[in-house]
């Protein structure tokens, strides 16, 4: 396992949770971390990243005002704090690390499930 995702649940809208991602693999040279999310049904969709010294954090619309992404290096690892989450949030979300600017998300992690209800 290169990237274990843990945090995931079954909360009620306007909820929070906290993801959080431990990364076991070298990351020197690599690019970025990111959270991807996939609903039942639905193509994967990017949520948020950040660069792998933890600094220019970026959102997709969707996640905008209401997620954050943060990096812990001396812990290996990176977070996503969703708050306000609403039912369309509901998917299994993944860890991802592109290990080289260029190369896209190269490495995924096992995904946590999120569910939100109504």
């Known amino acids: 396992v290169q990237l274990q995702a843990s945090g995931g649940g079954s909360v009620q809208t306007g909820d929070s949770l906290r993801l959080s991602c431990e990364v076991f693999r070298e990351t020197n040279g690599a690019y970025a971390l990111g959270w991807w999310r996939q609903a039942p049904g639905k193509e994967r969709e990017f949520v948020a990243s950040i660069t792998i010294n933890g600094n220019w954090p970026y959102y997709a619309d969707s996640a905008k005002g209401r997620f954050t992404i943060s990096r812990d290096t001396a812990k290996h690892r990176v977070y996503l704090q969703m708050n306000s989450l609403k039912p369309e949030d509901t998917g299994k979300y993944y860890c991802?690390?592109?290990?080289?600017?260029?190369?896209?998300?190269?490495?995924w992690g096992q995904g946590t499930q999120v569910t939100v209800s109504s």
């Open positions: 991802t690390l592109s290990t080289a600017s260029g190369n896209g998300y190269d490495v």
